[in-house]
């Protein structure tokens, strides 16, 4: 009797706790790691190769959530929709967008979440919609897209140094090299020209320099001598033009008065007129002098070197 209640109450216990265990179970399940999401939306208009459902989404870098779905827009088939779960509280802001990003090498795409800016309002939508990030293409989508253009312009510029090292083309450069290396000759000789007309300016100019100080004394002597000479041989001319003016005058006193001895009258201008014959005859003998070495004047009055049988 004991027996038989033994195994009842141990029989109603162990089912009494398993159906407790599974409801545990079943509450953990649905309360104990139920996480919320925020739902966003995106419209690729480019090919979303390699991306999957729960892929990657980051936001600046950091993971934030995954990939919940990604169909055709029913809308425009042109383009992808994809449907994102993040964290709850991450703070998608307006000026964000969405970029597809390749994750290593493996081939995989991830949704990047970039942009905004500091101080910008949360991204809504109205109720009963879900929010739409914008979204900008991709560098390889960009790359492929301009793939062609960029071969065109590569061929166009292939073409246009096959062009320019034609055989044409470098015979003409030959060419223009050869006369670059006769110019540069030729100014190399033009240099040394310039080098030696430059030396001899240099000697000239050193010789002047020497012979400026003769140059010097010989103007100021012969201002020296013209200052010496020139006053009394014209006070000797004024004091000649007197006298010949008063014997001009006597001469027709006399001759008024009826004295005709010519004799007497002439002597005193006989007088003044070989005075003034012998100071011009002084001045003439200086003038010809410098006529016959005009050098005097800048290095004195040397006396030239008689040559042979002189």
């Known amino acids: ?27 953990l399940a649905k309360y104990g790691f139920e996480q919320n999401y925020s739902y966003y939306q ?28 990604i169909e055709i827009d029913p809308e425009d088939v042109t383009r992808t929709r994809v449907v994102i779960r993040l964290q709850e509280g991450t ?47 991709s560098l390889i989508y960009q790359l492929s897209q301009k793939a062609p253009e960029l071969l065109g312009k590569l061929e166009k510029v292939s073409k246009s140094i096959e062009a320019l090292f034609s055989e044409h083309n470098m015979q003409q450069i030959t060419k223009i090299l050869d006369h670059t290396a006769v110019v540069t000759g030729k100014a190399e000789e033009v240099e040394d020209r310039i080098i030696s007309l430059s030396d001899e ?13 003769s140059i010097t004394e010989g103007v100021n002597g012969v201002t020296k001598t013209l200052n010496e000479k020139l ?18 005058d006597a001469i027709n006193r006399k001759i008024r008065n009826g004295e005709y001895d010519l004799r007497k009258i002439v002597r005193p201008i006989k ?17 010809k002098r410098l006529s016959n070495n005009p050098s005097s004047i800048l290095f004195g009055s040397g006396h030239l070197q008689k040559g042979p049988g002189e």
């Not at 419209?43 to 999957?52: A, C, I, S, Y």
């Not at 005075?275 to 002084?282: G, I, P």
């Open 271 to 287: 007088i003044d007129i070989q005075e003034l014959s012998y100071r011009y005859q002084e001045l003439a003998e200086d003038l």
């Open 91 to 137: 703070p998608v802001t307006k000026g964000m967008y969405g970029v597809l990003k390749l994750q290593g090498i493996t081939g995989l795409s991830y949704v990047q979440i970039e942009g905004g800016y500091k101080g910008a309002p949360l991204l809504k939508a109205p109720k009963g919609e879900m929010p739409t990030i914008p979204t900008h293409s």
């Open 1 to 27: 009797m004991y027996s038989k209640i033994n195994y009842t109450v141990v029989g109603l216990f162990v089912v009494l706790f398993t159906v407790a265990l599974l409801g545990f179970g079943f509450w």
């Open 42 to 69: 995106l419209f690729f208009d480019e090919p979303v190769d390699g991306l999957t459902l729960d892929s990657t989404v980051k936001l600046n870098g950091v993971e934030v959530g995954k990939v919940e779905s």
């Open 201 to 213: 300016l240099n000697g000239t100019l050193h010789r002047f320099d020497r012979y400026a100080g």
């Open 231 to 248: 006053p009394p041989l014209m006070e000797d001319f004024d004091k000649a033009g007197e006298r010949i003016s008063q014997a001009a």
